[in-house]
């Protein structure tokens, strides 16, 4: 009798064990920059927009913040390379189509596209790719990841800190499968100020 007490007691004790390890290891998958749902980041206040723009080449519509002036696009193509791989092939490639500056607070936004030249790498993976790598890259760089939909549109956010500046990275692919990026930047003493232009700004984007 009291031999099987004692197994009772030890499988209950292993199996003790066993659950703690698994949500140990569940809590530790969950690192500092785990993708959160933010749902409540998206606003739309119409009195912060500017002009709406539309673009059949990005697939999309969307506004700027208000009082950000559409420049001429002088960023010349970004190049996101993936580590210490020198194959030319090997990197992602961020062409801005679109430029908007607000002189006041110095924010910028840039919109454009995201493309790479590595056939080895399937359509319905670059996006998981290029995230990871950019989750890799600003790491140490007080980043958060999050995502959130809209307008059927599955959207996922990179905020990070650069010296004084605050930047979001809104990534999301359109209704043909391009990836699209919009660059937000805004000097940290303005974000507060800028805020709900930048949640308008984002929530106005739409396919076409």
Not at 107 to 112: A, H, Q
Not at 154 to 165: A, D, G, I, P, S
Request: aromatic content about 12%; proline content about 3%.
């Amino acid at each position: 009798m009291k031999s099987s007490v004692c197994k009772k007691n030890y499988f209950f004790l292993l199996a003790l064990i066993s659950v703690s390890s698994l949500m140990f290891l569940i809590s530790c998958g969950k690192g500092k920059n785990a993708e959160t749902d933010l749902s409540d980041f998206i606003a739309f206040d119409k009195s912060k927009l500017g002009i709406e723009v539309t673009d059949q080449s990005l697939g999309i519509k969307f506004f700027p913040p208000n009082g950000w002036d559409l420049k001429q696009s002088s960023i010349s193509r970004k190049v996101e390379s993936r580590g210490s791989s020198t194959n030319p092939n090997d990197n992602f490639f961020y062409q801005p189509v679109y430029v908007f500056f607000d002189k006041t607070t110095g924010g910028l936004l840039s919109v454009g596209k995201v493309e790479t030249s590595d056939t080895t790498i399937i359509k319905s993976a670059r996006l998981n790719y290029y995230k990871g790598l950019l989750n890799t890259k600003y790491r140490n760089n007080d980043l958060s990841v999050g995502n959130f939909v809209r307008s059927k549109i599955y959207f996922t956010q990179l905020k990070f800190r650069k010296e004084n500046l605050i930047s979001y990275k809104i990534i999301f692919e359109n209704s043909s499968g391009d990836m699209i990026q919009f660059d937000y930047t805004i000097p940290k003493d303005f974000l507060e100020n800028a805020d709900l232009s930048i949640k308008s700004s984002v929530g106005s984007i739409q396919p076409m």
